[in-house]
């Protein structure tokens, strides 16, 4: 059983930056596919990027459009998520989760293990 562990949310205004972490045990970290997905209230969650354990990266190009980046540090077993230009639309809770390599990556059926979610806020 994976433990997943977010960080780095919080409150910031609009064209502001975050980043958030997910710390995670090595192994999965460098052998999973990890991917960072969202949930505003009252809506269904929603793929934000994903990076698999050979390094290629898959955007929700609709949402993020270049704003976004996601990455890997296999010796600090954490995977990052850069936000920059954020909007009030980025407003929601954000979930890290793993998943086996192969899997659909923009499918959060396709995830074994989920973290438990870091607020961000966005304001007007």
């Known amino acids: 059983q994976a433990q997943l562990v977010e960080s780095g949310g919080g409150f910031v205004q609009t064209g502001g930056s975050l980043r958030l972490s997910c710390a995670a045990p090595?192994?999965?970290?460098?052998?999973?596919?990890m991917a960072w997905f969202r949930q505003a209230t009252g809506r269904e969650r929603e793929f934000v990027a994903a990076i698999s354990r050979s390094g290629p990266v898959t955007y929700n190009t609709a949402s993020v459009q270049g704003r976004f980046t996601i990455s890997r540090d296999n010796a600090k077993s954490t995977v990052y998520l850069q936000m920059n230009s954020l909007k009030p639309e980025d407003t929601a809770i954000y979930f890290c989760a793993a998943a086996q390599p192969g899997n659909p990556a923009k499918e959060a059926s396709s995830y074994d293990y989920w973290g438990q979610g870091t607020q961000v806020t966005v304001s007007s």
């Open positions: 090595r192994r999965t970290v460098m052998w999973y596919t």
